[in-house]
């Protein structure tokens, strides 16, 4: 069902002034507007301004604002109409229509039908099932990298590059930036970031596989699943050698040093 002719009585009484910068960001109902227009575009584009405005009864000036800031954004183009489509005399009319960075800020079902088939792996297969699809997911986005042979700073930062390249072709727009004594690898976007609400194992794949190439302890400090703006993962760059202990030095240690099996101190 179109919602494209669905205007509120604010826009009406705004829409003819046509004043504004291309470039300010749309008020509450400039969005509706704007929605309307991406809608409409997405829809029947190429479209000329004229015709969007004939449809949704918009002023000229007002449609051109939106139009120029959704091409200064990136998510629509202009082009001119072909001979046959001009109607009468003049300069050809341009045409907008939708990019693809247009068309993949719109809502659509994909999530709804990856978590469907989520949880039916679920039912069929339990919960080993959903963990073993996550792995498999993300050794899929990692496919290719070897694992760290020496960990030194300059090594394990590259890797860490390597790895973040790797997310950010997956679509996950990802980045490192040096922090302190370790880097960060951030991850600005998540393609499955509603899934990943409801199946925390695509979290968990993605540092195990972190975990697995960088051959340290790795931290997550924040997630989008958790409602925080970017996945950021930690990962020291100075990594402590792990040296095994002879059965004679455990021996010698004192009785005192030892733990109790539930993991507490001793008091």
């Known amino acids: 069902m179109k919602t494209v002719g669905l205007r509120n009585e604010d826009e009406r009484a705004g829409r003819k002034t046509g004043t504004g910068s291309s470039a300010a960001p749309a008020t509450a109902g400039e969005g509706h507007t704007r ?7 997405l829809e029947e584009g190429p479209i000329t301004a004229t015709a969007i405005g004939t449809t949704l009864g918009l002023a000229p000036a007002g449609v051109r604002r939106h ?4 091409i200064d954004s990136g998510q629509a183009r202009a082009s001119r109409s072909a001979p046959w489509q001009q109607k009468g005399r003049g300069r050809p009319a341009k045409q907008y229509q939708l990019t693809a960075a247009g068309r993949g800020q719109l809502g659509h079902a994909y999530d709804d ?8 792996l679920g039912e069929i297969g339990g919960e080993q099932a959903i963990t073993e699809f996550a792995r498999k997911r993300a050794r899929t986005i990692v ?16 890797k860490a590059e390597e790895i973040a390249d790797a997310f950010t072709e997956a679509g996950f727009a990802a980045s490192t930036r040096k922090v302190g004594t370790g880097v960060q690898i951030c991850q600005h976007h998540c393609p499955v970031a509603h899934v990943a609400e409801e199946f925390p194992q695509l979290c968990e794949a993605e540092l195990e596989a972190f975990r697995d190439l960088l051959g340290t302890h790795v931290q997550r400090l924040a997630t989008i699943a958790n409602g925080d703006c970017a996945c950021t993962t930690h990962v020291p760059l100075l990594v402590l050698p792990i040296t095994k202990k002879t ?13 109790n099996d539930s993991g507490r101190s001793a008091e």
């Open 35 to 41: 929605a309307a227009i991406v809608q409409l575009l």
């Open 143 to 158: 496919a290719g990298i070897a694992p760290v042979e020496e960990h030194t700073p300059q090594r394990t930062e590259a």
């Open 67 to 70: 139009l120029d800031a959704l």
């Open 247 to 259: 059965s004679a030095e455990i021996a010698a240690q004192p009785a005192a040093v030892r733990t």
């Open 113 to 120: 039908l990856a978590g469907a088939a989520i949880r039916q």
